[in-house]
Each structure stands twice: as structure tokens, then as C-alpha cells.
């Protein structure tokens, strides 16, 4: 069984995950919601299996001398699913507030999809620009930071949907998909550290992009477009932490900027690749 195969099953398993957490929502089943969690759980260990046989394929490629399978686009994408399950299984430990499931199974599970159907998963030798040990502390550090993002994005989501059902039935008992969800004060402090987590992470990955491109292009940073939303994307969780921190900033407002940001940051990471040119061309 090669890597694709693999990935073929993470993908089932995601979606059958999905599905099993939006079954939870409706049905309220203790049975279904740890069902649903083993089946991410399940996924996510495959998932590393998967990357890691891929990393093996690489040295079979004529020409390759091996390296971590983050050089492209399809195996970007890949490794984002694999993030976002990452992050997502670490929170659930802590809160064990397996509604969330429902919110961000979502992310991994389009991202997969979108990988084995649409993208090209051939393994070629890196071109010179890429081969380099930063290629691999920059893409991880950038996309653990996404995927906390992404997590923010999806608990964001459920405090406004909790927030207004909530505001139009304030005179009737929570049931419902509003009745499971966890209380609008966990959300919002979900929301805020799962930020907290990422915004170092995506600093990180500028810094290691900035020391890459030092290495690569012979200048530390040039405006190119990545480099240019990278920071925005920066910028606006940064503005984020700082309106919470200095103006006790939360609930609508907080969630609406948290998901404002991983537009943006979505955008920096396939916008840029797929709509703009520059010298992160490659990685469409």
C-alpha cells in the first residue's frame, strides 16, 4: 500500500468523522460523539503513517535524495489536514467539548478531499530553492499556526450561531444544537487560545521564512506577495491579542476578527499561490 492509498483512507475516515459529530449535535448521543472521536483520532494516526511513507517514496524518486514531503502544494495541503486534526485533538483532551468536532472536521476534511481529487500528487526532485533544512521549520511552524487559526475559526462560528439563537429565543430553555454547544464563555475563551497558540507559531514561520529566503534569494525579506499577506495576516492577529489584552475584547466582536483572520489567512496561503505571482510561484 503506497502513501495515496493511505491518504485515500484518511479521508473516509475524516468525513465519516464529520458526520458523526454533526450526528452528535442532533441526536446528543454519548455513543455517536466518542464514536466520532475515534474515528479522528483513528484518521489522524493513519494520516502520520501516510506522511511518513511519503517521506520514504521520496527517496525512491530517480534523481531525489528524500526530504520531508512539505514542497508542494499537495503535500501542503496534506499536512494542513494533518495540523488542523493536531491542534483540534489537544484541545479536545483539555475540554473534551466534542461538539467542536463538528466546526473543524469540516477544515480537514475538505482539505483532503480537495488533495486527492484536484491536486497533482507526483513526487519530483526539489528544485534548488527548496532544498534546504528551512523549507522544513518554516512550513511547519507556519502551518501549525494555521491550523490553530483554523480551529479559532470553527469555535468562532459556533459562538455566533450560539449568540443568536440565544438573543432570539433569551425567553426559552437552550435545546437544540444551541443546548449542546459549550457556554458562550468557553467558546470565547476557546477561540482566544487557540490565537494564542498560533500567533507565535505564524511569527515563528516568518522568522524561519525571512532566514530561508536570506538562504535561498540572498535577501531576508522583498515584498514578494506571500511575504506581504503573510505579515496583514500577522498584523491582524496581532491586533486581535492586543484589543483583548489592553480592552478586555471578546464575544461578537472577538469572533468576527477570528474569522476575518483565517480568510486572510487562507488567502495568504492559496490566493497568493494560485491568483499572484511571485517567488512563491512553485508552490501551486
Not at 514531503?69 to 494542513?80: C, D, G
Not at 538562504?215 to 525579506?221: D, E, M, P, R, V
Not at 491579542?241 to 475584547?249: D, K, Q, V
Amino acid at each position: 500500500m503506497n502513501s495515496g492509498q493511505l491518504f485515500n483512507l484518511v479521508t473516509i475516515g475524516y468525513f465519516s468523522a464529520m458526520v458523526l459529530f454533526i450526528g452528535y449535535l442532533a441526536t446528543r448521543s454519548s455513543v455517536i460523539a466518542t464514536l466520532a472521536t475515534v474515528l479522528a483520532y483513528l484518521g489522524f494516526a493513519i494520516q502520520t503513517v501516510a506522511i511518513g511513507l511519503r517521506w520514504y517514496e521520496t527517496y525512491q524518486v530517480p534523481g531525489g535524495a528524500g526530504y520531508a514531503p512539505l514542497s508542494n502544494l499537495y503535500e501542503s495541503v496534506v499536512f494542513f489536514s494533518w495540523t488542523i486534526l493536531l491542534i483540534y485533538l489537544l484541545i479536545d483532551l483539555k475540554y473534551k467539548q466534542r461538539s467542536v468536532g463538528a466546526f473543524v472536521l469540516p477544515f480537514a476534511f475538505l482539505a483532503m478531499t480537495w488533495a486527492q481529487l484536484r491536486l497533482d500528487s507526483t513526487i519530483s526532485p526539489l528544485v534548488p530553492a527548496l532544498q534546504s533544512n528551512w523549507l522544513t521549520y518554516h512550513v511547519i511552524t507556519c502551518f501549525l499556526g494555521y491550523a490553530a487559526f483554523a480551529v479559532a475559526c470553527g469555535v468562532s462560528i459556533m459562538y455566533l450561531i450560539k449568540i443568536g439563537k440565544e438573543n432570539k429565543s433569551s425567553d426559552a430553555p437552550a435545546g437544540g444544537l444551541v443546548g449542546i454547544m459549550p457556554s458562550a464563555k468557553i467558546l470565547d475563551d476557546l477561540n482566544y487560545k487557540a490565537i494564542m497558540i498560533g500567533f507565535p507559531l505564524l511569527s515563528l514561520g516568518i522568522i524561519t521564512g525571512a532566514a530561508w529566503a536570506n538562504y535561498a534569494w540572498g535577501t531576508y525579506w522583498s515584498w514578494d506577495p506571500k511575504e506581504t499577506w503573510s505579515l496583514i495576516v500577522w498584523f491582524i492577529y496581532a491586533a486581535f491579542l492586543h484589543a483583548r489584552i489592553t480592552r478586555g475584547w471578546a464575544g461578537r466582536k472577538a469572533a468576527i476578527l477570528s474569522i476575518v483572520g483565517f480568510a486572510a489567512t487562507i488567502f495568504c496561503y492559496l490566493g497568493v499561490n494560485l491568483l499572484l505571482a511571485g517567488l512563491h510561484s512553485y508552490g501551486a
